[in-house]
């Protein structure tokens, strides 16, 4: 399990080989990467704050609880903080298994979570106005699918 919460930017190429060659009778690798998206309009900058030691904590139960559903060999997070830019990689998941829909499945799951419940938060600076992103509705959705709620 590699878990990081990190302020500099991360190179997907070399992190995602990194993980795939890390893995041993491992049939398949998914990996996701979250980008900042200027949904408001005008997007300046995402500022994204978080406490060190808990969030990392956080991240660790919630990747140990993809491991107990899911038949998954390895799980990789790494999450940004700090201001960031549209257009820029906010975060990356991976998850290893022997089978494909493990991985999937748990990938899925690691970004439904870190999306609602991770401790992230996380303010628009726009030309117009700056303001904290609250919480989705359709994230809570996709967070019950795997809460039954």
């Known amino acids: 399990m590699d878990i990081r919460v990190q302020q500099e930017p991360f190179d ?3 992190e995602a080989q990194g993980f795939a060659t890390r893995q041993s009778g491992m049939g398949a690798v998914v990996t996701f990467t979250g980008i900042v998206r200027d949904v408001a309009g005008g997007l300046r900058e995402m500022e994204i704050e978080h406490y060190p030691g808990m969030t990392e904590k956080a991240l660790s139960k ?3 609880e993809a491991q107990a559903r ?3 060999g390895d799980v990789m997070i790494i999450h940004r903080f700090g201001r960031l830019h549209a257009d820029e990689m906010i975060m990356m998941v991976a998850t290893a298994s022997r089978h494909r829909k493990d991985a999937f499945e748990a990938a899925e ?3 439904d979570y870190l999306k609602s419940r991770a401790p992230f938060w996380k303010k ?3 030309s117009d106005s700056d303001g904290w992103v609250a919480a989705r509705d ?3 959705d996709a ?3 795997w809460t039954g709620g």
């Open 12 to 14: 997907l190429g070399v």
């Open 62 to 64: 919630i990747a140990a």
């Open 70 to 72: 899911w038949q998954i």
């Open 109 to 111: 799951f690691l970004m």
């Open 124 to 126: 628009e600076h726009t």
């Open 138 to 140: 359709e994230d809570e």
């Open 143 to 145: 967070l019950n699918r």
